[in-house]
């Protein structure tokens, strides 16, 4: 099964992503960590997108379009995939349906998770960093033991992203609203729009999405994991 993942900022598809591609034994293909290994691999692309990182300047859809490329081509992806941060627009999702197609290949569904903005804006909000490990905390569903410190700094206080405040989330979620949104209308007309609630627990939401690839592996003739 080929997927993506799409939905507002702090609806958890980092987090199902996980747990849906470790379920079902597919490749986990996010664009941060795309960006990542190749920019430490000094790939061709990795160098081109380092140079315009340092330089100030938002990673251009040509280099994250051939970076997704190279990566739905590499051995673990074969049996399949889950992309979470990519297409992030419609020219992007154009891009992946023509490098998909050009492989003989084609995506299965568009899995969106859909969560209330006061919801979304109390998850982001509840996040916390360390500043020493950077290891994630969120103060409503996956607190540190004392409330306040990191597990494994226990004098090192979190702290909140600046990009975590409420009135930045917010307006996180009308640049969402603007440049993502528009996806589910364009997956909805192809028929590979799947909606999926995705509040309440992460178990609650991982119990759905599992009944929604359970329907579409019949559907495409597979077995159910």
Not at 23 to 48: C, D, H, K, M, V
Not at 166 to 194: S, W
Request: with cysteine; hydrophobic share 35%.
């Amino acid at each position: 099964m080929r997927l993506v993942l799409i939905g507002p900022p702090g609806v958890g598809k980092g987090t199902q992503g996980r747990r849906l591609a470790g379920s079902q034994g597919w490749a986990l293909i996010s664009t941060g960590e795309i960006l990542r290994t190749a920019i430490a691999n000094e790939t061709p692309l990795g160098r081109e997108a380092r140079t315009i990182i340092e330089s100030g300047r938002l990673v251009s859809d040509g280099v994250m379009i051939g970076l997704v490329e190279e990566r739905i081509a590499e051995p673990d992806a074969q049996s399949g995939f889950v992309l979470d941060g990519f297409p992030r627009t419609i020219p992007q999702a154009q891009a992946l349906d023509a490098m998909l197609d050009k492989s003989g290949q084609r995506l299965n569904a568009a899995l969106s998770l859909k969560a209330n903005e006061e919801e979304l804006v109390t998850r982001l909000s509840a996040r916390r960093e360390c500043s020493v490990c950077k290891r994630a905390y969120n103060l409503v569903n996956a607190p540190p033991k004392d409330g306040r410190h990191c597990d494994d700094h226990p004098k090192v206080e979190l702290v909140q992203r600046a990009d975590d405040a409420p009135e930045t989330v917010r307006r996180r979620l009308d640049v969402y609203r603007e440049q993502t949104e528009p996806l589910r209308e364009y997956y909805r007309r192809q028929g590979r729009l799947r909606e999926v609630d995705g509040q309440g627990s992460m178990d609650e939401v991982e119990k759905r999405l599992a009944q929604v690839i359970t329907a579409l592996q019949v559907d495409a003739g597979l077995e159910p994991v």
